[in-house]
């Protein structure tokens, strides 16, 4: 069996031939475990491992913090027949691995700042345990330099092994907004940088069993900085669309009108209130700027822009019980959407001014108890008795709610917060709710 940093397809062309290869995930996150999924399915000797051993004995069984239905019924199976394994013995692990992915991510800490400490303690336990030949990769979002500096540095100082000679460290920027499809990974471009350059047709090969599109990107640099400059790009244009659509909310206007008009449809410019995505990655740039002794105005104001959103949507929901005659205080709030941690500065920010809060997610996501957050894993219940509904993602589940029930399990009169655009404005008030919503002057 060649070793791993040489590859050729024809050694990976068959399940057999790649079942002779075993990949170590470490991290079983949402970006960890897509990658274990898609390369047991692909016929890898897959092994994940998790620092936390209340994620591992979830993860034994099937169940994430984070992910859709489809994508659990898929670990299940492939930890059932034996595809994939799970467990917290990280060096055992290692020591039987032709490839190691490394997927925990640099913190932020309250100062704004990056936390390195995650990921350096990881690659230190996976550097004791290398052998020569091992394919390392590192699938998060880093900040600039990071690969080629402290990845690095940590594994050669740690194994004492070279990199690009005895060892092959690879960057791959892998980014998932959500984790509902087992395909996901299929469809995505997976981008590729290596150290020392001895192993990206390995990689390319590997990468090519699990999606349709590898691009190979031949500076690790540019690689990330790329990385970084397309969520800057995301930041700047969601942060512009909210604020046009608060303009639109004080001019009286329908910012969604306006979007129709100039054929606007796709959801990239539509505005967001408590979806905080892209914010650690649009640290590590402004923090890369700044070690570089660059100021990055644009990116910096719109992830403020971006983050004050979520105090915008305390105050259209305060407005909007203010509309049935009510106070927000003592007033029963249902949230529909997504349980995460922008639903928790949410809730609680809500329940500061004295609202009961209950929040119902279709995902049935764990992080509730964690997040102090009252769930509900069944909508009737979390609607009844309310004063307020406050949708907050656009669920396919939320568009298509039968209103008319809603409306009878609610007090009178009530009021809809759309903060998705999930609804016309006209359809809700015809079943009796009041309407507010994200981008919606009122008529």
Not at 294 to 304: D, E, G, V, Y
Request: a neutral charge; one cysteine or more.
């Amino acid at each position: 069996m060649p070793t791993v940093l040489n590859l050729k397809p024809e050694d990976l062309d068959t399940n057999e031939k790649r079942s002779n290869y075993t990949i170590s995930v470490i991290g079983c996150g949402q970006n960890g475990i897509l990658l274990a999924t898609a390369f047991a399915d692909s016929g890898f000797k897959v092994i994940c491992t998790d620092a936390n051993l209340s994620v591992i004995k979830k993860v034994t069984r099937g169940k994430t913090s984070f992910a859709g239905t489809e994508i659990e019924r898929k670990l299940k199976s492939l930890i059932t027949s034996g595809k994939l394994n799970v467990t917290s013995e990280l060096k055992k692990t290692i020591i039987q691995s032709d490839i190691v992915i490394i997927t925990t991510a640099a913190k932020i800490d309250s100062k704004k700042k990056i936390d390195y400490s995650d990921p350096i303690a990881i690659c230190k336990q996976v550097a004791t345990s290398l052998h020569p030949g091992v394919l390392v990769c590192y699938c998060n979002i880093s900040a600039l330099g990071f690969n080629e500096g402290i990845m690095k540095e940590t594994l050669e100082n740690t194994s004492g092994l070279k990199v690009g000679q005895e060892l092959g460290l690879a960057y791959v920027p892998l980014q998932t907004s959500d984790a509902k499809y087992v395909n996901q990974i299929a469809n995505l471009e997976l981008k590729v940088a290596v150290v020392g350059k001895t192993s990206m047709d390995a990689v390319t090969n590997i990468l090519n069993k699990i999606t349709k599109t590898v691009k190979q990107i031949n500076d690790v640099k540019i690689a990330e900085i790329a990385t970084l400059f397309a969520v800057a790009k995301k930041d700047a244009s969601t942060a512009l669309a909210n604020e046009l659509a608060v303009f639109c909310e004080n001019a009286n206007l329908d910012y969604f009108e306006v979007l129709k008009l100039l054929n606007f449809n796709e959801q990239s410019f539509w505005p967001t209130t408590v979806e905080e995505e892209n914010k650690n990655e649009a640290y590590l740039l402004l923090e890369s700027a700044e070690n570089l002794n660059t100021k990055l105005r644009i990116p910096a104001l719109s992830r403020q822009i971006n983050e004050d959103m979520v105090k915008h949507a305390v105050n259209l929901t305060q407005d909007a019980v203010r509309s049935c005659n009510k106070t927000l205080r003592r007033a029963c709030v249902a949230i529909l959407g997504t349980v995460n941690t922008p639903t928790g500065i949410f809730v609680k920010m809500l329940e500061a001014k004295g609202a009961k809060v209950s929040v119902f997610d279709p995902l049935s996501r764990r992080e509730a108890v964690d997040l102090g957050v009252v769930k509900s894993s069944n909508l009737n219940e979390t609607v009844e008795g309310t004063d307020c509904i406050v949708v907050l993602t656009g669920d396919d589940q939320f568009k298509n709610l039968n209103l008319k029930k809603l409306k009878a399990l609610t007090k009178t009169p009530a009021v809809i917060v759309d903060l998705a655009g999930a609804f016309e404005p006209k359809q809700v008030e015809t079943e009796g709710f009041i309407y507010r919503g994200l981008g919606r002057g009122i008529e």
